[in-house]
Structures are given as structure tokens and as C-alpha cells.
């Protein structure tokens, strides 16, 4: 099978999925970081915050990309002191959100980052009611360190001066 098909039928898989419910030996993981070769370190939902390294199978390399914050389904695998998993499923929002519906998705991760709980805590005005800027549904790039504006007050200053000392 040559590659381009391979990769059309793994991402048909992917979206035309039939959102079914994770088996009694998967779980749902989120990506902390890649490790490179195909691995992952993950996750889980537990209180004790275990994380451990998944590897990704054939059918999914150079097909499919998974970034840090991603949910990702995990099967158990016993070869293998560090890595402990094999990813057989990447969840799309639609899987989350059925996920959701059905309750088996964890409590942990349902969770709101704080930016989302200072704008539902934000009272809306009557013209923000009438038009919804899609601008708030889009996650801030985490790949990119925050920009910073340092404005320094004295350097200025001196800049004036020097100018108007100039135009004399």
C-alpha cells in the first residue's frame, strides 16, 4: 500500500469514527511532551499525577501528529520497563465531547484553565450578547513564550531633551 493511502485510510479511521467507549484495559492519558522516536510521555487522571512514556504504533507515524495538551487513549503493554503503553486512539473534540455525555471522561480533566474562569466569570454587555467573537474560543499559543513590553520611562525622557536641544 503505498503511503499516501495509507495515510488517507488512517485519517478517514480517525474522523469517521464511531466515538466508541474506551475498553476496561484503555484510559485516557494527556500529553505532557515528546521524547522523540515516537514516544510520549503522558499523564493519567490519578491523584498521585503518575506519568509514564507511550509509544506511538506504525499506522499512526508520519500520518498523524500529537502536540503537548492532547488527550490520546492508551492501551497497557508489558514489554517494556519504560515504556508502559501504546497509543490506539487520538481524541478529537468530538470524542471528548461524547466522552463527556456518556461519563467516562475524568473528572481531572474536565477541569477549565483559568484564562476560560475569568472570562465566564466576566459579565457580558448587551452588544458582546449580540455578537460572539470567535476569537475567545482559540487557545493561546503554548509554543511561544508569553511577549513581554518593558517600558522604561528615562529613556525617553532623555530623548526628548536631546531632540529639543537639537531643533535650537
Same mark, same amino acid.
Given at each position: 500500500?503505498?503511503?499516501?493511502?495509507?495515510?488517507?485510510?488512517?485519517?478517514?479511521?480517525?474522523?469517521?469514527?464511531?466515538?466508541?467507549?474506551?475498553? !476496561?484495559?484503555?484510559?485516557?492519558?494527556?500529553?505532557?511532551?515528546?521524547?522523540?522516536?515516537?514516544?510520549?510521555?503522558?499523564?493519567?487522571?490519578?491523584? !498521585?499525577?503518575?506519568?509514564?512514556?507511550?509509544?506511538? $504504533?506504525?499506522?499512526?507515524?508520519?500520518?498523524?501528529?500529537?502536540?503537548?495538551?492532547?488527550?490520546?487513549?492508551?492501551?497497557?503493554? /508489558?514489554?517494556?520497563?519504560?515504556?508502559?503503553?501504546?497509543?490506539?486512539?487520538?481524541?478529537? *473534540?468530538?470524542?471528548?465531547?461524547?466522552?463527556?455525555?456518556?461519563?467516562?471522561? $475524568?473528572?481531572?480533566?474536565?477541569?477549565?484553565?483559568?484564562?476560560?474562569?475569568?472570562?465566564?466569570?466576566? *459579565?457580558?454587555?448587551?452588544?458582546?450578547?449580540?455578537?460572539?467573537?470567535?476569537? !475567545? !474560543?482559540?487557545? *493561546?499559543?503554548?509554543?511561544? $513564550?508569553?511577549?513581554?513590553?518593558? /517600558?522604561?520611562?528615562?529613556?525617553?525622557?532623555?530623548?526628548?531633551?536631546?531632540?529639543?536641544?537639537?531643533?535650537?
Amino acid at each position: 500500500m503505498s503511503r499516501v493511502t495509507r495515510q488517507k485510510h488512517v485519517l478517514k479511521e480517525m474522523m469517521e469514527d464511531d466515538y466508541e467507549l474506551p475498553k !476496561d484495559n484503555q484510559q485516557i492519558v494527556r500529553v505532557v511532551c515528546s521524547r522523540g522516536n515516537n514516544l510520549h510521555e503522558v499523564e493519567t487522571a490519578n491523584v !498521585d499525577d503518575e506519568r509514564f512514556l507511550v509509544t506511538m $504504533p506504525n499506522k499512526f507515524r508520519k500520518n498523524v501528529w500529537v502536540k503537548r495538551g492532547d488527550f490520546i487513549l492508551v492501551e497497557p503493554i /508489558e514489554e517494556g520497563d519504560k515504556v508502559k503503553g501504546e497509543i490506539c486512539k487520538i481524541l478529537t *473534540p468530538e470524542h471528548i465531547k461524547e466522552y463527556k455525555k456518556a461519563g467516562v471522561w $475524568p473528572d481531572r480533566f474536565a477541569m477549565k484553565s483559568n484564562k476560560d474562569n475569568y472570562q465566564t466569570n466576566l *459579565p457580558k454587555s448587551s452588544s458582546e450578547d449580540e455578537e460572539e467573537d470567535d476569537d !475567545d !474560543d482559540l487557545e *493561546p499559543n503554548m509554543n511561544r $513564550p508569553a511577549a513581554r513590553i518593558i /517600558e522604561d520611562s528615562d529613556d525617553s525622557d532623555t530623548d526628548d531633551e536631546e531632540d529639543s536641544s537639537e531643533e535650537e
